[in-house]
């Protein structure tokens, strides 16, 4: 149980363009996701904050309009990255939270190489 | 500010000899922690958290709270424990990652 897919695992786009990724949790209603990203061989920075429902709550740093987040079902979040540049090339791991007496586990997907050309 | 702290980018070591990943944060509650570990190519899962006081695989984990530690130990390591560790932190439920131990056990 408690699984979290994440899809896209790869994309590689043209600077410029958008890209969105999506965070599932398949067997469980995840009332809080997170959004993570992840330099090679370094720790995960925390981006973002979603709860369904509700507006993202994003890190002290993280530019909200670059990074769009929907939380729009207990089973779904989307992170989209607009206007994606090089520098925006990464590893994004979402995480999602079930609540209840496991409320502080977090799941994690598998992640999304991005690559922007 | 909080903060996690692993001083070690990599460990190695021989199967069957100790192991024990550095772990140190900062934080001015009641800190709850955990151990993740991410296996090669796959995805980032729960090892043990301090609360729960349990052994997986055989690693253990001891909240040293005099210290600000809460260190990874297993008595003799294997090659399939070869993996990167991180230590977090629960901040406000958000997790405050360290920057990642990479463990390689030799054959």
């Known amino acids: 149980g408690a699984v979290v897919s994440q899809h896209p695992s790869r994309v590689i786009c043209k600077s410029g363009t958008s890209v969105k990724i999506e965070c599932r949790s398949l067997?469980?209603?995840?009332?809080?996701m997170f959004w993570y990203r992840q330099f090679p061989k370094q720790s995960l920075m925390l981006m973002a904050t979603s709860n369904e429902g509700s507006k993202a709550t994003y890190e002290q740093g993280v530019e909200k309009d670059k990074f769009l987040i929907n939380h729009a079902s207990l089973t779904l979040s989307t992170l989209t990255v607009t206007s994606a540049h090089p520098e925006d090339s990464s590893f994004y791991i979402c995480s999602a939270q079930a609540g209840g007496p496991d409320a502080d586990t977090q799941y994690f997907g598998p992640g999304t190489r991005l690559t922007v050309l | 500010a909080q903060r996690v702290t692993q001083p070690e980018k990599l460990l190695s070591v021989f199967k069957g000899a100790p192991v024990e990943l550095k772990c140190n944060y900062s934080?001015?509650?009641?800190?709850?922690l955990f151990w993740y570990v991410q296996y090669s190519r796959q995805r980032l899962q729960l090892l043990l958290r301090h609360i729960s006081r349990e052994s997986i695989k055989g690693f253990t984990a001891d909240l040293n709270k005099g210290e600000t530690s809460f260190h990874l130990k297993k008595p003799f390591a294997q090659e399939e424990d070869s993996a990167m560790y991180y230590c977090a932190l629960n901040r406000g439920g958000k997790l405050i990652f360290g920057q990642g131990t990479e463990l390689s056990v030799k054959p």
């Open positions: 067997d469980f209603q995840a009332t809080t």
């Open positions: 934080y001015s509650g009641s800190p709850e």
